[in-house]
Protein backbone atom coordinates (compact mmCIF):
# COMPACT_ATOMS: atom_id res chain seq x y z
CA UNK A 1 0.00 0.00 0.00
CA UNK A 2 1.25 3.79 -0.83
CA UNK A 3 1.87 6.43 1.34
CA UNK A 4 -1.45 8.38 0.02
CA UNK A 5 -3.58 4.79 0.74
CA UNK A 6 -1.76 4.73 4.47
CA UNK A 7 -2.66 8.63 5.16
CA UNK A 8 -6.32 7.82 4.03
CA UNK A 9 -6.51 4.57 5.92
CA UNK A 10 -5.57 6.37 9.06
CA UNK A 11 -7.60 9.35 8.87
CA UNK A 12 -10.71 7.06 8.11
CA UNK A 13 -9.87 5.44 11.25
CA UNK A 14 -9.51 8.30 13.31
CA UNK A 15 -12.59 9.34 12.18
CA UNK A 16 -14.36 7.10 13.63
CA UNK A 17 -12.04 6.75 16.91
CA UNK A 18 -13.12 6.05 20.38
CA UNK A 19 -10.06 5.00 22.01
CA UNK A 20 -10.43 8.08 24.38
CA UNK A 21 -13.10 10.21 25.85
CA UNK A 22 -12.16 12.75 23.64
CA UNK A 23 -14.53 11.55 20.56
CA UNK A 24 -17.73 12.12 23.12
CA UNK A 25 -17.08 16.00 22.32
CA UNK A 26 -15.61 15.80 18.65
CA UNK A 27 -17.29 17.09 15.80
CA UNK A 28 -14.61 16.58 13.52
CA UNK A 29 -11.47 14.61 13.95
CA UNK A 30 -8.50 16.58 12.31
CA UNK A 31 -5.89 13.37 11.14
CA UNK A 32 -3.77 15.99 9.34
CA UNK A 33 -2.79 17.29 5.70
CA UNK A 34 -0.72 17.32 3.27
CA UNK A 35 1.65 15.09 0.61
CA UNK A 36 2.31 12.22 1.44
CA UNK A 37 5.48 12.67 0.12
CA UNK A 38 6.34 15.84 2.17
CA UNK A 39 9.80 16.50 3.50
CA UNK A 40 8.88 18.19 6.64
CA UNK A 41 6.25 17.07 8.67
CA UNK A 42 4.95 19.50 11.32
CA UNK A 43 3.61 18.39 14.92
CA UNK A 44 1.42 20.13 16.61
CA UNK A 45 -0.32 19.29 19.98
CA UNK A 46 -3.94 19.19 19.44
CA UNK A 47 -6.78 20.96 17.34
CA UNK A 48 -8.41 24.00 18.89
CA UNK A 49 -12.22 25.35 18.38
CA UNK A 50 -11.99 25.82 14.72
CA UNK A 51 -10.06 22.82 13.64
CA UNK A 52 -13.02 21.06 15.34
CA UNK A 53 -15.21 22.72 12.90
CA UNK A 54 -13.35 22.01 10.04
CA UNK A 55 -11.65 19.21 10.48
CA UNK A 56 -8.30 20.67 9.01
CA UNK A 57 -4.90 21.35 11.43
CA UNK A 58 -4.17 24.58 12.58
CA UNK A 59 -6.76 26.43 10.49
CA UNK A 60 -7.56 29.31 13.99
CA UNK A 61 -5.02 32.55 14.43
CA UNK A 62 -2.13 30.22 15.27
CA UNK A 63 -2.61 28.70 11.92
CA UNK A 64 -2.32 32.29 10.09
CA UNK A 65 0.85 32.73 11.64
CA UNK A 66 2.08 29.40 10.81
CA UNK A 67 1.48 30.42 6.97
CA UNK A 68 3.20 33.37 7.56
CA UNK A 69 6.37 31.27 9.52
CA UNK A 70 6.61 29.16 6.36
CA UNK A 71 6.20 31.87 3.91
CA UNK A 72 9.72 33.45 5.85
CA UNK A 73 11.14 30.02 5.46
CA UNK A 74 10.26 29.98 1.28
CA UNK A 75 7.64 27.31 1.92
CA UNK A 76 3.77 27.03 1.56
CA UNK A 77 1.47 25.30 3.61
CA UNK A 78 0.49 22.92 0.38
CA UNK A 79 4.25 21.89 1.07
CA UNK A 80 4.36 20.41 4.03
CA UNK A 81 2.30 17.68 6.30
CA UNK A 82 0.79 19.17 9.38
CA UNK A 83 -0.60 17.21 12.09
CA UNK A 84 -1.17 17.11 16.19
CA UNK A 85 -0.30 14.39 18.89
CA UNK A 86 -3.91 13.74 18.99
CA UNK A 87 -6.37 13.90 17.07
CA UNK A 88 -9.47 15.43 18.24
CA UNK A 89 -9.98 18.95 20.43
CA UNK A 90 -9.22 18.16 24.20
CA UNK A 91 -12.26 20.40 26.00
CA UNK A 92 -11.52 24.09 26.70
CA UNK A 93 -8.48 23.64 24.89
CA UNK A 94 -6.95 21.99 27.83
CA UNK A 95 -3.54 20.10 27.30
CA UNK A 96 -3.69 16.78 26.27
CA UNK A 97 -3.63 13.74 28.97
CA UNK A 98 -1.20 11.17 29.21
CA UNK A 99 -4.36 8.32 28.04
CA UNK A 100 -4.91 10.51 25.14
CA UNK A 101 -1.50 10.45 23.58
CA UNK A 102 -1.17 7.26 24.01
CA UNK A 103 -4.57 6.41 22.46
CA UNK A 104 -3.20 8.36 19.44
CA UNK A 105 0.43 7.46 19.59
CA UNK A 106 -0.26 4.62 16.79
CA UNK A 107 -1.86 6.60 14.77
CA UNK A 108 1.12 8.86 14.50
CA UNK A 109 3.62 6.44 14.76
CA UNK A 110 2.30 5.39 11.44
CA UNK A 111 2.00 8.50 9.78
CA UNK A 112 5.61 8.80 10.62
CA UNK A 113 6.42 5.88 8.64
CA UNK A 114 4.29 6.44 5.81
CA UNK A 115 5.42 9.85 4.98
CA UNK A 116 8.85 9.19 5.74
CA UNK A 117 10.05 13.16 6.14
CA UNK A 118 13.33 14.11 5.75
CA UNK A 119 12.61 16.73 9.26
CA UNK A 120 10.60 16.53 11.55
CA UNK A 121 9.24 19.77 13.36
CA UNK A 122 7.74 19.32 16.69
CA UNK A 123 5.74 21.98 18.00
CA UNK A 124 5.15 22.73 21.25
CA UNK A 125 6.00 20.67 24.07
CA UNK A 126 3.76 17.72 24.00
CA UNK A 127 5.34 17.10 20.69
CA UNK A 128 8.78 17.87 21.70
CA UNK A 129 8.62 15.48 24.69
CA UNK A 130 7.66 12.06 21.95
CA UNK A 131 10.77 12.98 20.59
CA UNK A 132 13.24 14.80 23.49
CA UNK A 133 11.63 13.64 26.43
CA UNK A 134 12.29 15.63 30.08
CA UNK A 135 14.12 18.75 28.04
CA UNK A 136 13.34 22.17 28.03
CA UNK A 137 11.66 23.78 25.16
CA UNK A 138 13.71 27.12 25.92
CA UNK A 139 16.54 25.44 25.79
CA UNK A 140 16.62 23.40 22.14
CA UNK A 141 14.42 24.82 20.65
CA UNK A 142 15.74 25.84 17.09
CA UNK A 143 18.43 23.16 17.38
CA UNK A 144 17.97 20.04 15.36
CA UNK A 145 18.74 16.27 17.38
CA UNK A 146 19.06 12.98 15.58
CA UNK A 147 16.09 10.61 16.97
CA UNK A 148 15.63 7.36 16.01
CA UNK A 149 17.31 8.07 12.65
CA UNK A 150 15.22 11.44 11.85
CA UNK A 151 16.04 14.98 12.16
CA UNK A 152 13.99 16.42 14.55
CA UNK A 153 13.52 20.27 15.24
CA UNK A 154 11.85 21.38 18.35
CA UNK A 155 9.63 24.70 18.22
CA UNK A 156 7.55 26.55 20.07
CA UNK A 157 3.96 26.29 19.60
CA UNK A 158 2.66 29.48 17.08
CA UNK A 159 -0.05 29.76 19.86
CA UNK A 160 2.44 30.56 22.18
CA UNK A 161 4.13 33.63 20.24
CA UNK A 162 0.44 34.80 20.18
CA UNK A 163 -0.01 34.87 23.81
CA UNK A 164 3.85 36.04 24.80
CA UNK A 165 4.51 38.45 21.92
CA UNK A 166 8.20 38.09 22.30
CA UNK A 167 8.30 34.49 21.53
CA UNK A 168 7.32 35.88 18.04
CA UNK A 169 10.87 37.15 16.94
CA UNK A 170 12.44 33.53 18.56
CA UNK A 171 10.12 31.22 16.18
CA UNK A 172 10.32 33.40 13.00
CA UNK A 173 14.29 33.46 13.78
CA UNK A 174 13.67 29.04 14.00
CA UNK A 175 11.69 29.29 11.09
CA UNK A 176 14.39 30.76 8.92
CA UNK A 177 16.55 27.80 9.14
CA UNK A 178 14.27 24.83 7.72
CA UNK A 179 15.74 24.81 4.58
CA UNK A 180 19.32 24.46 5.96
CA UNK A 181 17.93 21.33 8.47
CA UNK A 182 16.35 19.97 4.95
CA UNK A 183 19.91 20.21 3.25
CA UNK A 184 21.68 18.92 6.46
CA UNK A 185 18.72 15.48 6.28
CA UNK A 186 19.22 15.31 3.16
CA UNK A 187 23.17 15.18 3.57
CA UNK A 188 23.08 13.08 6.81
CA UNK A 189 25.48 15.50 8.34
CA UNK A 190 26.32 14.41 11.75
CA UNK A 191 24.08 11.47 11.26
CA UNK A 192 27.80 8.93 12.05
CA UNK A 193 28.34 11.14 15.18
CA UNK A 194 25.08 10.98 16.54
CA UNK A 195 23.68 8.31 18.29
CA UNK A 196 20.42 6.54 17.29
CA UNK A 197 18.38 7.64 20.20
CA UNK A 198 15.85 5.56 21.29
CA UNK A 199 13.08 6.94 23.47
CA UNK A 200 10.10 5.56 24.65
CA UNK A 201 7.63 4.34 22.04
CA UNK A 202 4.18 2.57 22.33
CA UNK A 203 3.94 -0.32 19.82
CA UNK A 204 0.96 -1.73 17.85
CA UNK A 205 -1.35 -3.24 21.36
CA UNK A 206 -0.17 0.36 23.13
CA UNK A 207 2.60 -1.47 25.35
CA UNK A 208 5.66 0.88 26.43
CA UNK A 209 8.38 -0.20 24.47
CA UNK A 210 11.93 -0.07 26.08
CA UNK A 211 13.71 3.13 26.53
CA UNK A 212 17.00 3.61 25.75
CA UNK A 213 18.60 6.50 28.22
CA UNK A 214 20.97 7.90 25.89
CA UNK A 215 19.99 11.27 25.14
CA UNK A 216 20.09 12.90 21.71
CA UNK A 217 23.14 14.53 20.30
CA UNK A 218 22.57 18.02 18.92
CA UNK A 219 23.84 19.45 15.96
CA UNK A 220 24.79 22.73 15.15
CA UNK A 221 24.32 24.60 11.48
CA UNK A 222 27.41 27.01 13.12
Known amino acids: MDAGKILQEIAGQVAVCEKCELHFSRKKAVPGEGPAQAEILFIG?????YENEQGRPFVGQAGKFLDELLAKAGLKREDVFITNVVKCRPPGNRDPQPEELLACAGYLDRQIEAI??????????FSMAKFIPNAKISEVHGQAVWVRGRLVVAMYHPAA????PSLKATLEADFVHLPEFVKMAKSKVGLEQAPVVQTETEDSDGAQGAADKEQPTQLSLF
Open 45 to 49: EGPGF
Open 116 to 125: APRLIVTLGR
Open 161 to 164: ALHQ
